[in-house]
């Protein structure tokens, strides 16, 4: 297989989109030997195969009869968020931008969270070596 | 010379603006202002474009129309207006982890209704995806839409308006409808800028919406208006969506553009923030004006979002987007395809009744759509189109109509004017609905069977019309009674006063008598104000050419 290179401002792209740091040279690493994986597909040949989008599609979709079952739980839902203000969930204002890569390339070396992503990461790896 | 070319192109812009402004539909272009220093004078050189580009509006509509159902779209709780915060929200909306959507089949008919309503082709299989982005109100940080293949596609929608120099021409349109999707809505964010915080409610969090897309078809702020309006009715006669624009359950975005005709598309910008139909032809058209005055000034237009400001009537750019958003669609893996039935021969056997959504029994099931009933009005009463249409698009028109009918003789097409220009006239004024009109139907009756048998004249029965109207609950005979208004046809004394007038006018008479008849009306409108507008008409000009002749 031929080595994979992340351009950094996809990288940065895909930061923005899913929330999910990942840029030290381990995440990068753990991301090529994904999508290097993800190739092997390729070795099957799919011409005039309808892809498959959900294992359930030959199952029936249950429909529901309009009529109230559920909600009134306001109680309950509040007490799992830890700010809120009366009866309403407590969210920063809008949608904070995020800071640019360099900005970001500060705050990270001073996070922790490299390591937390980091660690999920190598777990997924080593599930997907299994089922191979 | 730097700053008189800096003044002059100021002078231009400004120019521009005005003439703009004075002449919307001409447009054109200066292309260049040169000052030379060589010459004696310092005046700018203008060269104006030979032949005018004529600009005109290219505007296209998506439709959010909130399904009118008890509960949501995949989840069981409860649909309201107004309910306390967050009381609404099952574990599903709220998307705890381990919980799944599950589809309720009111919200599958009602797409189904409204397809079938807008003349679109049913899929008879339809897949749900996810549409990703981040906002607080969006708890699980997707959307569930029907991007790839919609439960409907490629409908159209006729729609009229009055118009032409009286504005009593009806003129036909159509706009085309690319798809109509079952999504799901967002919960409500307050803006809280003192404390730096947002608060969340989920209660309208997965409630059920038909997202309708419609091509840019459309030309102008009017156009959009009379389509959406003519949408709002086809959706509550259906009963798949109250269509209150005020309240949120009919949400408009306006995608403009301009462009000459015959060129591609110019940019175009997205219009947001529109709560009601008469902002929403305001929105478009300023929007299109400010676009051409961009392009006239030689600019470009900015692809961007921009809100619509209703104090001052403009658009104005809304927060940045971040460019353009990447979605990631994906399909939704928890939902297999929708499949809806054409007939009850081709149901699968053994299948369970309320497991499927059969698209005969609804297409069966249509109510009359605003468009059959105005032909039916026309057929029924012998009404002219442009009187139907004002019938059915003011709410509980037709009612009253039918109610006043129902008391008098008179012949419909002699009540309808009294319908459509009086009643209608006095409700705009004061921005009334028909259910809050202080006349009842059955008091235009009396007055207007007053009328009819001779009791009154016609700018009389005006008149009382506009005192009963003033006066809710005096009826036509008491108000006649107290101004005195009954028709005199006691002809001795019409004989009398049309005789005073004569002779008092002698000019007049030798005029008619020489064969200016037209002067008769004069004499005639002079009898009238002696008389308070009490006299019958037909009489007196007979009494008049009797004695003139």
Redesign the interface.
Known sequence: MEPVHIPADLVD?LE??A?VDFRSKQGLACLEEAIRFADQLHAVDTSGVEPM??V???????????????????EE??Q?SKHT???????????I?LPTREERATILKHSVMIFITNSTFWKLNKNLKVLH | MAASSVAASELLQNMNKHISILYPKASYVIRRISTSRQRSDSQPQLRVKSAPQQLVGVVGLEVHAQIN???KLF????VRFSA????????FD?S?PGTLP???????EAAVMTALALNCTINRTS?FDRK?Y???DLPAGYQITQQRRPIAVDGFLDYSFLGGKKRNQVIKRTVSIKQIQLEQDSGK?????LR???????NRAGVGLMELVMEPDMSCGEEAAAAVGELQRILQTLGTCQGNMSEGQLRVDANVSVHEPGEPLGIRTEVKNINSIRYLAKAIDYEIQRQIAVLQRGGTVQSQTRAFDSKSGETVPM?DK?GLQ?Y?FM?????????VYEDNASLPTG?DA????VVQAIREALPELPAVKRERLVQTYGLLPEHSLTLVNEDGLVEYFEEVLKATKKEPRKVIGWVTNELVGHLKQQDMSVSQSPIAPSALAELLELQETGHISSSAARRVFQEMWRSPGKTALQIIREQDLGLVSDTAQLHNICQEVLDSHPDEVNAIRGGNKKVLNKLMGLVQRETKGRADPVLVRKIIQEKTS
């Open positions: 792209q923005r989109l929330l989008d959900s359930l599609e030959d199952r029936s979709l249950n429909l529901r009869e309009d009529a109230v079952t559920e909600g009134d739980c306001a839902l509040l799992l203000v009366e009866e309403y969930f407590v969210a920063p204002p809008g949608n931008p | 159902s008890n509960t989840s069981g709780s409860s306390p915060p967050n009381s609404l929200v099952s574990p709220a705890l599950v589809l309720n089949t009111r919200c599958v897949l990703h981040f906002y607080a964010s307050l803006h809280d800028n730096s915080q947002t608060l969340i409610d989920l927060r971040e990447d990631r399909p939704e893996p928890n939902l297999p395809p929708l499949i299948i309320c497991q499927v959504v």
